[in-house]
């Protein structure tokens, strides 16, 4: 019993000892530093490992139109000049036609404009005799050159003047038909390149992918970096077809609507004339 009390005694000696030997080494060391408060470190994209293209700027970069067109085939060659051909003769044509109708509308105005003015038929045929530069004045010179054939032998007779005013009536007729030729003349290669483009186009797309798969075939391989050019270069036909064909079915139908409005008011020009000319030749024959 004795020596398991003196044996604690000794235990609770050497644990005071060590706890006055651990205490002020602790005391006397240095408080905990606080967590940087500096800028943060830079990251950088690290490079690709040597070997390995960057895909980053395979997303970002594309083919150069001419890059394309110096890579491929030469019957896709040949359709993609035919179609940037078709194009320009296109918008030439639809250049042309826009500021012509454009000239024909504002002529016609303004020889409406003098018509209603007031004036006698001898002065308008004089003003506008030698300047019949648009289908309205034409039409108004031909009928009154009729008329005024009718009273070359003197004022007709009754029995005369009916085939008097179909005579002026064909002349006004056969008139507006000329000038609406002369209009729409153009117009059939603009609807001939918006209904033939697009499948010259998906030839060009034909072609170009029947020679990926080729190329496909000789290598043995379908990557990506084989079987993209030819791809691009057929999907780039098809662009090349529409790019041709859109502009030309949408302004052909266009100046359709705008040569049958103004075909319209040339027709009605027409029949007032004609009721005007009649209306003399009631008066004269009496």
Same mark, same amino acid.
């Given at each position: 019993m ?14 005071a ?10 005391a ?27 895909a ?16 491929a ?64 004045t034409?039409m ?15 004022i007709?007779?009754?029995?005369q ?19 609406t ?13 918006? @209904? ?5 186009? +998906? /030839?060009g *797309?034909?072609? =170009? ?5 080729? %190329? ?11 079987? @993209? ?5 057929? +999907? /780039?036909? *098809?662009?090349? =077809? ?5 502009? %030309? ?9 705008e040569?049958g409005?103004?075909?319209n008011?040339?027709?009605? /020009? ?8 009649s209306?003399q030749?009631?008066e004269?024959?009496?």
């Amino acid at each position: 019993m004795m020596s398991r009390i003196k044996l604690s005694h000794w235990a609770a000696a050497c644990f005071a000892l060590f706890f006055a030997l651990a205490v002020p080494a602790l005391a006397q060391q240095a408080p905990p530093e606080a967590a940087p408060t500096g800028a943060p470190a830079q990251t950088e994209i690290l490079a690709p490992p040597p070997g390995v293209a960057d895909a980053s700027s395979d997303v970002a970069g594309h083919i150069p139109i001419a890059d394309m067109f110096l890579r491929a085939d030469i019957v896709v060659q040949a359709v993609l000049l035919i179609l940037v051909l078709a194009s320009l003769w296109s918008w030439t044509i639809i250049f042309n036609k826009a500021m012509s109708l454009s000239g024909l509308k504002r002529k016609a105005k303004k020889f409406e404009k003098v018509f209603w003015s007031g004036q006698s038929l001898d002065e308008l045929y004089q003003q506008f005799g030698a300047n019949n530069d648009h289908p309205m004045t034409a039409m108004f010179i031909a009928a009154l050159r009729e008329w005024r054939r009718a009273f070359e032998g003197g004022i007709p007779r009754d029995a005369q003047l009916a085939g008097v005013r179909e005579r002026i009536d064909k002349a006004m007729n056969v008139t507006i038909l000329r000038e609406t030729d002369a209009l729409e003349k153009g117009l059939g290669w603009l609807a001939t390149i918006g @209904a033939v483009s697009t499948f010259i186009g +998906l /030839f060009g *797309t034909v072609w =170009g992918i029947m020679n990926s798969f080729s %190329a496909i075939a000789a290598r043995h391989d379908t990557t990506l970096a084989v079987v @993209a050019p030819g791809i691009a270069e057929a +999907l /780039f036909a *098809t662009a090349a =077809g529409l790019f041709a064909a859109i502009p %030309a079915v949408i302004f052909y139908n266009r100046f359709v609507n705008e040569i049958g409005r103004y075909t319209n008011s040339l027709d009605a /020009f027409a029949d007032e004339f004609s009721a005007i000319l009649s209306r003399q030749l009631d008066e004269k024959s009496r």
